[in-house]
Structure formats: C-alpha cells, structure tokens
C-alpha cells in the first residue's frame, strides 16, 4: 500500500486512522499548497475528464465535481442541492482521470472542497487550520485505492444478522399500546418485521436512559413479550442531558465534571428536545466510559440495539442566542414603520438561534490536558458519543452484536457503528439522493446504513413508499421512518398490502445473499454498494450511470425512482440476467444484451440483473430473521460455463467473525448443459434455478 502521511503542525488526535504512519518528508505530490494567515490551501487543476468520488454523506451525484461542500456536520433537515454539509464529515476524495489520487484529510473542523465550483476546472481544498495530518493515497486502480483507505482506518462494524430484516420506526410511538399495535399491524397482515424503534416519546420527559413510567407498566415484559413474537425494540438516545435536580445522569455529570463546559468554566448550556440540556463531553475518555456503561440500563431490560441522535450536536437555541434575539425583536419593536430588511432581520433573528455557529464557538472539552474550544473539534463530536456506547457493548456484551448508529459521523466512527442518513423528506429525489449516497459512504467504511424509507419529513404517497421498498430492500439498514405529524407510513397502513407484503417478502428471500456480501464487505475491507465504474473500469459508458448500483458482487440494481414511471432506461454494461420480481416466488427471466434498454417495471416489481457466471442465494422467506430456514438454498443465476460463491452464515450474534466455519463454498458448473453443484458442506442443500 502507498500512503504517504503529511503532517502540518501539531494535529489534534482523532483516532480517524488504525495505522500510525511515518511521517513524509517533502512536498505534497499532484497539489499545489499554500499556506494562508488561517488556513491551508491546496489545488489541483482538472481536465475535463477528470471526477471527483467520495465525501461521504452529501447531497448530489456520486461524481461530486461542480460543488461546493463543507465538512461540518449539521442538523439541517432539508437536503436540497444547495447545501453543502449534512451530518456526517468525511474528508476522502479520489481524483480520478489524467492521474488519479486519493487524499484523506485528518483535520475535525471545517474543511472546505470547492470541487469545480468557483473555478469550473480547479479543485480547492482549504482546510481551516495550520493543525491535520493529510494522506495520499496512490495505488494502482481506483478500486485499490479505496481499499487502501479503508485498511488504513480499520474494520467496519458489524450489526446484529436481526438488524438486516425491515424495521418500523416513527415519531410518535408513546406507549407499550402503540408499539404493540405496530407489531400486530404487522403480524395480522403477515407483512415482514424485526425491529420497531422508539423515539423520543418513549422516554420521561426526554431523559436520556429513563423510560416513561405513565406509557409502560412493565417495560421489560414488553420488550421481552415483542422478542417472543421476533420483534426487537430500538431506543434512541440523544446527546444532551436534561438539566434537572435528581435526575442521576445529570447529577452525576455535574459532580464528575463529565460535560462541556462555556468561557467561564461552567457547564454549558443549550436547549434540544429535554429543553435545558448539559453536552456530555464525548472527547473526555472518562465521559465516554461513564455515559457507555449507562447504556447498561436498557441492555439489562433485553433491549439490544440503539440510535445515537442529535449528536452533531444539534442546538435549538442558548439562553445567551435567545436572549439577543428577544433583544433584536425589541429593538425592531420601538419602530413605528419597519422597513422590508428589518422585516427579514426580525425573522432571521428568531430563526438563527439554532445551529448557531457562534453557539458552537462557545463551549469547550478537556481532552487530557487541553482544553479545546468546540468548533476546533466539533466534526468529532457524534463519533466520539457513538465510540462511547461501542467501547461499553464491548465489556458490557463482549460475546454479542448490539445494534448501532448515529447521525453524526466522522471518518473512524465506522469502527463503532453505522448511520443512518437523517431527516430526509417524502420527495422522489430523496429517494434518488439515497442511491447515489450508498457508495460514497461505503468508500468511507460506512457499511450499517440506510435512509428513512418512505421519507421522514412530509406526507409519502403509497407509490413512493412502495418504490423507496424496493431499493431498501437492498440497503443493509432497511427502515422505514417518519416525523411526528405526518401522514402514518406504517407499510400496513396503505390499500395495496400485498405489494406492501411482497416486497417486504423479497427482502427475507434475499438475505442469505445481502448478509453475506456484508459480512464479506466488512471482514475484507470491501464495498457492499459500488459504482459500475467500479466493477467495469474499461467500460467508458459506466462512469456516467449515477442511478444503478452493484450489490455485492453478483447483483446490479437498477430502481425506478420517479412517479407515474412503469419502466425505466437501464445500461447493462455486460451481458445480465434481469430477474423482475413480482413476490419472492413470482419471478420472470430475461437474459439481456449489453447495452442499453427501456425495461418495464410496474409497480407492485422490482427488478435486479445478475451478472454472467453468477448466482445468488435465495432462502424461502420467512417474517423475521430468525425464522429464516437458511439450510435449503435456491441457486439463481446466469451460467455461462461455471461459478463459485462464498456464502456466509453464522448464528448472526458471536464475534467470531472470522471463523472459517461460517464460509460456504458453493460451486455450480455447466458441461453438455448438465449442471453439477459440489459445495464443501453437507448440511446444506440445493433447488438450482440458472439460466
Ligand atoms: C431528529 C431525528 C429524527 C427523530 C427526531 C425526534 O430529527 O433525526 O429521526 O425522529 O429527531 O427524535
């Protein structure tokens, strides 16, 4: 591998990296650097040709040249084109063409990629501070390149086999009743489920770790009465601690010194969900340690899995921000006549309180002995809160998967847990953006992800939900999400349940396949969601394709993701094998040219292509992970002469990883049109299904 490792300054330890490299001598290679009274620049002047891949989560294509994006993480719950930060940071990027390079920039604060944007053919990467490591990555193809990478920060985190059935979350589950009704929604109906979550409402009055005693008269039955009928609950947890006296999380916060603290050394304090809330201080290992073991609380009522929220960490105002916009109001008051910009000035006074960058300039960390001001470190914050509960999992379960992600993300945080992609909204180009983000998130060691299917924010429409399904089906987080007030999107509450069923279904017929590609993706360094470029670097059409994927490395996926459309065009860079679903049972086949075609996908189908000499395994579905019968396989594919597929099984809990007992080797081969499968473990058996 050739990473060379640039150290300027003294870089603050993100812990980004597993490989301490030494450091590189010398100027940086392919970019000019220029050093400014607050900053790094570097440039590299594109061709024409030349793309840009990576970035992580942000909106627009794959190919991120012609926009502006900032490494900041941000609750903003409207991902439009015009923004240039979400949650998550994550400073890969590959240039790709005349020479192609990867670069990783170490650095928790802003940094800045102009990928094309003031200057059509200039890339320019300002980095907002004199402190960071900068790595260049050079390899010999694009796909090597991200391996490199991925060596260099270490493993992705594995989930729970559970966490890979259809989960149901919402806004607004209160109670034990509304829970249970959810699971029976689902059961009655014999709709798939794993998992239902629980929001905010579960908790008292928002305390972390607490649950509200008025909505469960005995959570633990509960959580153990929807486990017998294969349903696992999900809590949130959100970064700030309510300040309130006898609460013991914030007591013992204040009296152990475990949260941010402002100018004058007092504990910060800002408003979220709880109202008043105390930042634990997530970049002190001793906070970490403390608020992991809390998470001990719901482990031992059988709770399994978690989601990390509000930890970038989103501020809806301070008393000191709320205060100068009462101020602000006031002083616009005294005037009879305003004029339209102190009209504006009287609605962005109001409106600027949250997510204030000043708010984030006015808190500090104590990492040993430095005290550290946040907006130095501010990209650090959600990974270090997830980092906190993994490290816990790790003596409080040493010998079981639990389930979690987060919002925030920093490059590292992948080693801990997944993400999720946030408030996204019921709009078809949402459902575009979560195809086209699932690779960039890969080549960050980003695997355990999805988007809230459906669409969190606004009402969905049934159409939507049911194509949303049908990519979902595909992504290793597949729930379905929504906000407080709007329309119910639970999949049994619309009138076409049997598409609803259907493709709910095809997602348990394929998981023997999806969670071996994962497990491999994961113990390999690998990607699970690739470009075609990626698998077909010699194809000049390939690169331009933004709205397939590859899935694993059998599969390519080609969603319909507008409204009213029975088809769409697809490009086949190969020869492929389109099976159009309409159940798990009810398939058609077509062997398909390379080249590009019009297919028709209606509806209640879903259609992916396999690629020659390639097979996936399928079990016979079931309506939860475990009730899967993974013992009896049907081999689907496209054999031209032969081919060989690892599957991956495990009891979906133990950390053995590794164990070569959990690889399958299956081989299927073709002579004079008979067909031979020998695999390498008895136990199993077969139905072939090649074409
Ligand atoms: C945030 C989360 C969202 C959650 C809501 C209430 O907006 O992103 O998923 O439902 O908070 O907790």
Redesign the pocket.
């Known amino acids: 591998m050739m990473i060379k490792r640039y150290i300027y300054g003294k870089p603050i330890e993100t812990e980004a990296v597993v490989k301490t490299l030494a450091p590189t001598e010398g100027t940086v290679p392919y970019l000019t650097a220029t050093e400014t009274e607050e900053a790094y620049v570097f440039e590299y002047d594109m061709n024409a040709y030349d793309r840009l891949y990576g970035l992580g989560e942000n909106v627009r294509g794959i190919n991120k040249r012609g926009h502006i994006y900032e490494s900041n993480c941000s609750?903003d719950?409207m991902h439009d084109e015009g923004k240039s930060s979400l949650y998550g940071a994550h400073n890969f990027l590959i240039i790709k063409g005349q020479k192609t390079f990867g670069l990783f920039i170490d650095m928790p604060s802003k940094v800045i990629f102009d990928c094309g944007y003031s200057h059509k053919d200039q890339l320019k990467i300002t980095v907002t501070s004199k402190d960071f490591d900068l790595y260049i990555i050079e390899e010999k193809s694009f796909t090597a390149i991200i391996k490199a990478f991925r060596e260099l920060i270490g493993p992705s985190y594995i989930a729970p086999k559970w966490a890979f059935g259809y989960q149901q979350?919402?806004?607004g589950y209160k109670n034990e009743e509304d829970l249970k009704k959810v699971v029976a929604g689902y059961r009655e109906n014999h709709i798939p489920l794993d998992a239902i979550y629980m929001?905010?409402d579960f908790m008292d009055n928002f305390k972390d770790f607490t649950i509200d005693p008025n909505g469960f008269s005995d959570f633990k039955a509960t959580v153990a009465e929807l486990k017998e009928q294969g349903v696992r609950l999900v809590p949130?947890v959100?970064a700030g601690v309510k300040i309130e006296k006898g609460y013991d999380v914030y007591e013992e916060g204040v009296e152990k010194g475990y949260f941010c603290t402002n100018e004058k050394g007092e504990d910060f304090v800002a408003a979220v969900?709880p109202g008043l809330v105390h930042f634990p201080d997530f970049l002190n290992k001793d906070t970490r340690k403390w608020f992991g073991e809390k998470y001990k609380i719901l482990l031992d009522e059988g709770i399994e899995g978690f989601?990390n929220?509000?930890n970038e960490p989103?501020i809806f105002y301070t008393p000191e921000g709320l205060q100068e916009a009462f101020e602000k109001v006031d002083e616009i008051r005294q005037k009879d006549n305003i004029g339209i910009y102190e009209y504006f000035d009287l609605k962005d006074s109001v409106s600027h309180t949250g997510n204030n960058p000043k708010d984030y300039q006015s808190f500090y960390h104590q990492v040993g002995d430095q005290r550290i001001r946040h907006d130095k470190v501010h990209n650090l914050y959600g990974y270090n809160m997830t980092r906190a509960a993994g490290e816990a999992f790790e003596t409080l379960e040493p010998d079981k998967r639990i389930l979690l992600f987060s919002?925030a993300s920093y490059i590292g945080m992948h080693r801990y847990g997944g993400i999720?992609t946030?408030?996204n909204i019921s709009w078809w180009s949402h459902l575009l953006l979560n195809i086209k983000m699932m690779p960039s998130l890969n080549m960050c060691g980003i695997l355990y992800t999805g988007a809230?299917l459906g669409g969190?924010g606004g009402n969905t429409t049934e159409d939507l939900l049911l194509r949303w399904l049908q990519f979902g089906c595909f992504t290793p987080l597949m729930r379905n999400?929504?906000?407080?007030g709007t329309r119910e999107q639970e999949a049994y509450q619309f009138t076409d349940l049997e598409s609803f069923k259907n493709i709910i279904g095809i997602r348990y017929g394929l998981v023997p396949y999806l969670y071996s590609e994962y497990m491999k993706a994961a113990l390999r360094n690998e990607l699970y969601f690739r470009t075609l470029m990626m698998d077909y670097p010699e194809d000049s059409f390939a690169e331009n394709v933004e709205d397939q994927l590859m899935v694993g490395e059998s599969l390519m996926v080609a969603p319909v993701y507008e409204q009213n459309a029975r088809g769409r065009y697809v490009y086949l860079p190969e020869e492929m094998l389109m099976i159009k679903f309409k159940s798990l049972t009810d398939r058609s086949y077509k062997i398909m040219e390379k080249g590009h075609h019009y297919i028709e996908v209606e509806l209640e189908e879903m259609v992916c292509f396999i690629k020659p000499n390639h097979f996936i395994p399928l079990c016979s579905g079931g309506e939860y992970i475990e009730a899967l019968d993974e013992s009896h396989l049907e081999l689907c594919g496209f054999i031209k002469d032969e081919a060989s597929y690892e599957l991956y099984q495990d009891d979906g809990f133990s950390k053995d990883y590794h164990n070569p007992a959990h690889f399958t080797h299956i081989k299927v081969s073709k002579e004079n049109k008979a067909l031979q499968v020998t695999c390498n473990k008895s136990e199993l058996s077969f139905t072939l299904n090649l074409h």
């Open positions: 609750d719950p979350s919402r806004w929001d905010i949130i959100d969900w989601w929220d509000m989103a919002r999720w946030g408030d809230d969190f999400h929504s906000a407080l």
